[in-house]
C-alpha cells in the first residue's frame, strides 16, 4: 500500500504492501495508475482515518478502501488533500476514489458516482468537564462553533444555525477551518466553545480524555465513497456486496462502532 506525495499534505513514501488479487477486476482506462486504486483520504478524523505517531495511515476506512482494492485485483495508493480539493481533484483525475467519509447529498449525486456504505451523526465536542453544561442544541446559542470548511458537517452547521434561529434565539458563530485537526486544535487552546464532527471522531477525543462529547445523534446522514467513473463505482459496489456477505465489513465497522449502510450498495451517479 503506497501512499502518494500529490496534494496538500505531506506523507510518508510507503507503508506495507498488500497483495492484490490474483485478477484485476477493473480495466485500466478506467483508472489513473494500471493496476492501482488511487484513493484521496484527509487523515484528520480518528478513529476511521488518521496518522499514527510514526507517520503511517491507520484507521476504519483506511483498513477498508485497502481491502477494497484487493478485492479489485489492485494496489492501494492514497493520496492526503484537503476535503476542499477533493471533488475538483477527482474530475482532474488525480484520483480514482474519494475515501474520506463523504456525506450524500443529491447535488454530489448529480456530479459524480456515489455509492453508500456507512451511516453516520453529526456531534458535539466540547473542553473537558462541559464548562457550559451543553445538554441540547438551545445550549449553543452565542457560541462559537469549528467545523471543517467544505464538507458535509459544515452544512449541517448552517442547518444547526437555522435550527437554533427557529427557537428564537441567537445563533453561534460557526468558524470554518481547513480541515478537523485544526479545529479541534482552536477548541483545545480556547478559541472555540465547542467543535462539530461525526459521532465517532467526538468519541474518540472523549475516550482519549482531550473533549466532551456534549452532544451525539444528530442529523443522521448515509456515507458514501466517490468516483468519476461508474465502471469503477460498479465493481465498487460488487466489492462491497461481497464484503457484507462473507462478514468483513461488518466485523471491521463493528470494531470501530461504525454503523452500516443496510440497504445494499448502488451506484448513484449520472448514466
Given at each position: 500500500?503506497?501512499?502518494?506525495?500529490?496534494?496538500?499534505?505531506?506523507?510518508p513514501a510507503?507503508?506495507?504492501?498488500?497483495?492484490?488479487l490474483?485478477?484485476?477486476?477493473?480495466?485500466?482506462?478506467?483508472?489513473?495508475?494500471?493496476?492501482?486504486?488511487?484513493?484521496?483520504?484527509?487523515?484528520?478524523?480518528?478513529?476511521?482515518?488518521?496518522?499514527?505517531?510514526?507517520?503511517?495511515?491507520?484507521?476504519?476506512?483506511?483498513?477498508?478502501?485497502?481491502?477494497?482494492?484487493?478485492?479489485?485485483?489492485?494496489?492501494?495508493?492514497?493520496?492526503?488533500?484537503?476535503?476542499?480539493?477533493?471533488?475538483?481533484?477527482?474530475?482532474?483525475?488525480?484520483?480514482d476514489?474519494?475515501?474520506?467519509?463523504?456525506?450524500?447529498?443529491?447535488?454530489?449525486?448529480?456530479?459524480?458516482?456515489l455509492?453508500?456504505?456507512?451511516?453516520?451523526?453529526?456531534?458535539?465536542?466540547?473542553p473537558?468537564?462541559n464548562?457550559?453544561?451543553?445538554?441540547?442544541?438551545?445550549?449553543?446559542?452565542?457560541?462559537?462553533?469549528?467545523?471543517?470548511?467544505?464538507?458535509?458537517?459544515?452544512?449541517r452547521?448552517?442547518?444547526?444555525?437555522?435550527?437554533?434561529?427557529?427557537?428564537?434565539?441567537?445563533?453561534?458563530?460557526?468558524?470554518?477551518?481547513?480541515?478537523?485537526?485544526?479545529?479541534?486544535?482552536?477548541?483545545?487552546?480556547?478559541?472555540?466553545?465547542?467543535?462539530?464532527?461525526?459521532?465517532?471522531?467526538?468519541?474518540?477525543?472523549?475516550?482519549?480524555?482531550?473533549?466532551?462529547?456534549?452532544?451525539?445523534?444528530?442529523?443522521?446522514?448515509?456515507?458514501?465513497?466517490?468516483?468519476?467513473?461508474?465502471?469503477?463505482?460498479t465493481?465498487?459496489?460488487?466489492?462491497?456486496?461481497?464484503?457484507?456477505?462473507?462478514?468483513?465489513?461488518?466485523?471491521?465497522?463493528?470494531?470501530y462502532?461504525?454503523?452500516?449502510?443496510?440497504?445494499?450498495?448502488?451506484?448513484v451517479?449520472?448514466?
Amino acid at each position: 500500500m503506497t501512499i502518494s506525495r500529490r496534494g496538500l499534505l505531506a506523507a510518508p513514501a510507503l507503508l506495507v504492501a498488500v497483495p492484490a488479487l490474483a485478477q484485476q477486476r477493473v480495466p485500466n482506462s478506467e483508472l489513473v495508475k494500471p493496476g492501482t486504486l488511487v484513493m484521496s483520504t484527509n487523515p484528520t478524523l480518528p478513529p476511521v482515518q488518521f496518522v499514527d505517531s510514526s507517520g503511517q495511515l491507520r484507521g476504519m476506512r483506511i483498513e477498508m478502501g485497502t481491502e477494497l482494492a484487493r478485492r479489485l485485483g489492485l494496489t492501494p495508493e492514497y493520496v492526503r488533500v484537503e476535503f476542499s480539493a477533493m471533488i475538483t481533484g477527482l474530475n482532474a483525475r488525480r484520483w480514482d476514489l474519494i475515501n474520506t467519509g463523504m456525506f450524500y447529498t443529491e447535488e454530489r449525486a448529480r456530479i459524480m458516482q456515489l455509492v453508500r456504505y456507512e451511516q453516520q451523526t453529526i456531534g458535539i465536542s466540547v473542553p473537558r468537564g462541559n464548562p457550559k453544561n451543553i445538554t441540547k442544541i438551545e445550549d449553543l446559542a452565542g457560541l462559537s462553533i469549528g467545523v471543517e470548511q467544505g464538507g458535509f458537517e459544515f452544512r449541517r452547521s448552517q442547518d444547526l444555525i437555522e435550527d437554533i434561529r427557529k427557537l428564537n434565539l441567537r445563533p453561534p458563530t460557526v468558524r470554518a477551518f481547513d480541515n478537523f485537526a485544526v479545529s479541534f486544535q482552536a477548541l483545545r487552546v480556547g478559541q472555540l466553545d465547542a467543535a462539530i464532527s461525526i459521532d465517532s471522531t467526538a468519541k474518540e477525543y472523549e475516550d482519549r480524555g482531550d473533549f466532551t462529547h456534549a452532544l451525539k445523534g444528530l442529523y443522521g446522514t448515509p456515507v458514501t465513497v466517490g468516483m468519476r467513473s461508474r465502471v469503477l463505482a460498479t465493481a465498487v459496489a460488487a466489492a462491497f456486496t461481497e464484503m457484507r456477505a462473507d462478514g468483513w465489513l461488518p466485523t471491521l465497522m463493528g470494531r470501530y462502532g461504525i454503523a452500516g449502510w443496510d440497504e445494499g450498495y448502488t451506484v448513484v451517479g449520472p448514466t
